[in-house]
């Protein structure tokens, strides 16, 4: 039997990232990090030397404005008819390490007071500083689909449909992002994950194994698109971006 919601967080979970692209280039890669899953009703408090090493700052969440992560959520989930109640929120993402965090995905598990899972919100970060929510009533498997209306690679145009798998994460973490266009995937990107409980010794471990880590995954966006680039993929324009409700 799997633990009750709010019994899997706080937690660390050991991750394999992988990115494939099947069009119009071939080109994949994979990398390794950690990241936390907290409820967002109890955020760990970390003994005040670790605190470089993992913060949660609502800056970095929906609208940057909002006094905690939850009220961001929550305010967002209002704008589009979504009531929670007191409801429990699991979060997995990287936190900031030094100041510094980079989310490509921060994805956000919404339950009713009973525990029963909601609906399940994706929020992606581009490397241009802008953000986008998807929300999503996810099947009995995690699965659902979402248009693309969001600017992330510039080597795609803002189309296609999103098919994203998302189950709660327990001892391990599955997740897929498959963008698709015409019904064939152009791109598809996982989380392997394996659940660690948080621990003082834990955290220092990830830190040392994987310094800078949410700094890495930004850097290695960057590269992995220079490599693009240079093999003569085309650019697409980035749109105008426009915030959306619950989001400003």
């Not at 990090?33 to 408090?45: N, Q």
């Not at 609208?63 to 929550?74: C, E, F, N, V």
Request: overall charge positive.
């Amino acid at each position: 039997m799997s633990a009750p919601v709010r019994e899997r967080a706080p937690a660390l979970y050991d991750c394999v990232v992988s990115h494939a692209r099947g069009v119009p280039l071939r080109h994949s890669f994979r990398h390794r990090t950690y990241l936390w899953l907290v409820d967002l009703d109890d955020i760990p408090l970390l003994p005040r030397v670790l605190r470089p090493l993992a913060r949660f700052d609502p800056r970095d969440h929906f609208g940057g404005a909002a006094p905690s992560i939850r009220t961001g959520l929550d305010t967002y989930l209002h704008a589009h008819g979504v009531d929670l109640g007191s409801g429990s929120v699991l979060m997995l993402a990287h936190a900031r390490v030094l100041g510094y965090v980079f989310n490509p995905i921060t994805v956000y598990w919404c339950h009713n007071r009973a525990g029963a899972l909601v609906c399940v919100v994706a929020e992606v970060h581009n490397t241009y500083g802008q953000r986008h929510c998807y929300l999503m009533r996810t099947d009995e498997s995690g699965r659902a689909e979402v248009e693309k209306d969001f600017y992330v690679s510039p080597f795609f145009p803002v189309d296609g449909t999103y098919r994203m798998r998302m189950p709660t994460p327990g001892e391990q973490v599955h997740l897929t992002v498959q963008l698709r266009h015409d019904e064939a995937a152009s791109f598809t990107a996982t989380v392997h994950g394996t659940h660690r409980p948080v621990s003082a010794r834990r955290l220092l471990r990830a830190a040392l194994r994987r310094p800078w880590s949410t700094a890495a995954v930004s850097v290695g966006i960057r590269h992995h698109g220079i490599r693009l680039f240079l093999r003569g993929l085309p650019v697409h324009p980035r749109p105008p971006h426009r915030a959306q409700k619950g989001m400003k």
